[in-house]
C-alpha cells in the first residue's frame, strides 16, 4: 500500500469512526508495557519518523509543489497530514506536535549536511529502527499495535508526547 493510499484510509477511516484519543493511547499502551519495549519505542519512534520523512523528501515532486515552497515535498506533506490528524485527536498534542515536527526537520536538515545521500541515510535509518520496534515487541512479547489497525502507525509519535505531557501536567 503506498504512503497516499495509506493517508487517504486514515483520514476516511478517522472522518467516520474517530475514537477519542485516550481510547487510541489506551489500546496503543496495551501493547507497551515491557520496559526494554517501551526504551525501545522512545529510541526508535523519533528515529522512524525522522527517516520516513526524509525518505519521502527525497522522491522527486511535481514542479507545481516548488511553485508553492521550495519546502514542499511527500515528507513535509505527511508531516502536514500528520498534524491535521492529530489536531482532530486533541488540539493540545497537536501543538506539541508541531513542536516535533520543528525537531524532525531540523534532524533531516542535519543528516542532509552528512556525506553521501540523504536518502541512503534515511533508509538504513529505517531499517535499523524497525528492527530495534520489533525487537521491543519480542520483549514484549505481543505484536505491534498496527497489525491490529494501521492508524497505530501514527498513534505511536503520539503516545511517546502524551508521556511527556502528563509528567509536565499539561492536559489533552
Known amino acids: 500500500m503506498m504512503i497516499a493510499e495509506v493517508t487517504v484510509s486514515i483520514f476516511q477511516t478517522g472522518a467516520t469512526s474517530m475514537k477519542p484519543v485516550e481510547q487510541w493511547l489506551a489500546e496503543y499502551g496495551e501493547s507497551h508495557q515491557n520496559p526494554r519495549n517501551k526504551l525501545l519505542h522512545w529510541v526508535c519512534v523519533p528515529?522512524?519518523?525522522?527517516?520516513?520523512?526524509?525518505?519521502?523528501?527525497?522522491?522527486?515532486?511535481?514542479?507545481?509543489?516548488?511553485?508553492?515552497?521550495?519546502?514542499?515535498n511527500w515528507g513535509t506533506l505527511l508531516l502536514v497530514f500528520g498534524v491535521v490528524y492529530y489536531l482532530l485527536m486533541s488540539w493540545s498534542l497537536a501543538l506539541g506536535m508541531v513542536v516535533f515536527v520543528s525537531l524532525?526537520?531540523?534532524?533531516?536538515?542535519?543528516l542532509d549536511r552528512l556525506p553521501g545521500s540523504l536518502w541512503v541515510a534515511c533508509l538504513a535509518l529505517f531499517v535499523v529502527a524497525w528492527?530495534?520496534?520489533?525487537?521491543?515487541?519480542?520483549?514484549?512479547?505481543?505484536?505491534?499495535?498496527?497489525?491490529?489497525?494501521?492508524?497505530?502507525?501514527?498513534?505511536?509519535?503520539?503516545?511517546?508526547?502524551?508521556?511527556i505531557y502528563r509528567k509536565l501536567r499539561i492536559p489533552y
Open 47 to 72: 528515529i522512524i519518523v525522522v527517516s520516513l520523512v526524509g525518505l519521502l523528501a527525497s522522491l522527486p515532486v511535481p514542479a507545481a509543489f516548488r511553485e508553492i515552497s521550495p519546502l514542499l
Open 104 to 110: 524532525v526537520i531540523g534532524a533531516l536538515l542535519l
Open 131 to 163: 528492527i530495534g520496534q520489533f525487537i521491543g515487541h519480542y520483549y514484549e512479547g505481543k505484536r505491534p499495535s498496527f497489525f491490529k489497525d494501521i492508524q497505530f502507525l501514527m498513534i505511536g509519535p503520539l503516545w511517546l508526547l502524551s508521556h
